[in-house]
T-cell receptor, first 113, second 114 residues
């Protein structure tokens, strides 16, 4: 158990809809990163939040957006869902933006139909 | 060239043998290297990290780093069927002036046969 919790664990959405995924970071961790893992691939970096500010972004379109709250929990929002957005979405928390060790939550399995 | 490359496997080893997993990376500036284990349908679990050239041992696991060759490996001694999983190699890369992200390989499937 890493202390990082994500909700929901599974989700089915229709193409074109919007989705919000949630993450509570490990106690004491102020940095949250989101990753997308397609089947058979390694996780891909979406973005990172540090103290409520976006701190870096991967190669994902603007319809992927996020938030971090004062308690360091975080949300990932995806608009206009596409079939290719079907994946395991992982949240990882770390002690600080310069701290490389990251601990993952159990993930949210998103299926877009 | 992919930033982090791993042989997809599957790598099959008999129970009790040494499993050797390899990874190469392209960013010479990378300073931190990680091995994650991922069981089917689960999230990645951090098992080892290494920052300095050489070997780092933790129980049955040994991570090896050679920055000159841009090569990281993971050895699992006395392999057990419960070690059967996908092993992900990850390299830490800076984003902007600060902050960091992990760049992952696609993973190597390990199967330990009893």
């Amino acid at each position: 158990e890493t202390g990082v919790t994500q909700s929901p664990t599974h989700l089915i959405k229709t193409r074109g809809q919007q989705v919000t995924l949630r993450c509570s970071s490990q106690s004491g961790h102020n940095t949250v990163s989101w990753y997308q893992q397609a089947l058979g691939q390694g996780p891909q970096f979406i973005f990172q939040y540090y103290r409520e500010e976006e701190n870096g972004r991967g190669n994902f379109p603007p319809r992927f957006s996020g938030l971090q709250f004062p308690n360091y929990s975080s949300e990932l929002n995806v608009n206009a869902l596409e079939l290719d957005d079907s994946a395991l979405y992982l949240c990882a928390s770390s002690l600080g933006y310069s701290e490389a060790e990251a601990f993952f939550g159990q993930g949210t399995r998103l299926t877009v139909v | 060239q992919k930033e982090v490359e791993q042989n997809s496997g599957p790598l099959s080893v008999p129970e009790g043998a040494i499993a050797s997993l390899n990874c190469t990376y392209s960013d010479r500036g990378s300073q931190s290297f990680f091995w994650y284990r991922q069981y089917s349908g689960k999230s990645p679990e951090l098992i080892m990290f290494i920052y300095s050239n050489g070997d780092k041992e933790d129980g049955r696991f040994t991570a090896q780093l050679n920055k000159a060759s841009q090569y990281v490996s993971l050895l699992i001694r006395d392999s057990q069927p419960s070690d059967s999983a996908t092993y992900l190699c990850a390299v830490n890369i800076l984003v902007r002036e600060y902050g960091n992200k992990l760049v992952f390989g696609a993973g190597t499937i390990l199967r330990v046969k009893s």
